[in-house]
């Protein structure tokens, strides 16, 4: 167990719907990542956010976005969803922004299924 | 696109010391290596990091070239459960991992 939680679990919706995803980091760490991975993508970064604020994009889409909350808590919202869109979705968590954070903790993921 | 270059699969018999390569002949001078797992559709996990000194750690030892152009995982004594799709990373600390294809290790009995 990383420490880093993920809700739902599992999520099934249709093409066009708008979806919530959301990640409490590990107690105490401050830098929270966003991950897509899809059969045909690998594991491909989306977002950082290092204490409320957005620190780094990847390759994520304009109809998605992401926030991390006062309580260090993040939600990546997917909206206007597509086929394309089911993946994997991972979060991480880290201490910091700089060389104190070595690790990423990954918590265990969010399965989309846009049908 | 990932900086790092690892053979697709790799096969190791239980027990025996798994040897995984990496190349990242275009790591800087400040960038470390990183090596994660990810074990069948869960979450990656990391393994261990290193810059220029050889690393160990409870999980697995790091070799790093003098001229830090490649790296060895070394799993001194696989099990079953170490069958993963093992990832090797350069870049800075605090900053977002650039997951390549890995290599694939099926450790078995």
Redesign the interface.
């Known amino acids: 167990d990383s420490g880093v939680t993920q809700t739902p679990k599992h999520l099934i919706t249709a093409t066009g719907q708008r979806v919530t995803l959301r990640c409490s980091p590990r107690s105490g760490d401050l830098s929270v990542y966003w991950y897509q991975q899809s059969l045909d993508q690998g594991l491909q970064f989306l977002i950082q956010y290092y204490n409320g604020e957005e620190r780094a994009k990847g390759n994520i889409l304009e109809r998605f976005s992401a926030q991390q909350f006062p309580d260090l808590h993040s939600e990546l919202n997917l909206s206007s969803l597509e086929l394309g869109d089911s993946a994997l979705y991972f979060c991480a968590s880290s201490v910091g922004s700089d060389y104190s954070s070595y690790e990423q903790y990954f918590g265990p993921g969010t399965r989309l299924t846009v049908t | 696109d990932a900086k790092t270059t690892q053979p697709p699969s790799m096969d190791c018999a239980e027990g025996r010391a798994a040897n995984l390569p990496c190349n990242h002949s275009t790591i800087s001078g400040n960038e470390?290596v990183?090596w994660y797992r990810?074990i069948h559709?869960?979450?990656?996990?990391?393994i261990i990091?290193g810059l220029k000194n050889n690393e160990t750690n409870e999980m697995a030892s790091l070799i790093i070239t003098e001229d830090r152009k490649s790296s060895t995982l070394i799993l001194p004594h696989a099990t079953l459960r170490d069958t993963a799709v093992y990832?090797c990373i350069d870049g800075?600390?605090?900053?977002?991992?650039?997951?390549?294809?890995g290599t694939r290790l099926m450790v078995k009995p």
């Open positions: 470390y990183y990810q559709s869960q979450g990656p996990q990391y990091h990832y800075n600390a605090g900053n977002m991992l650039t997951f390549g294809g």
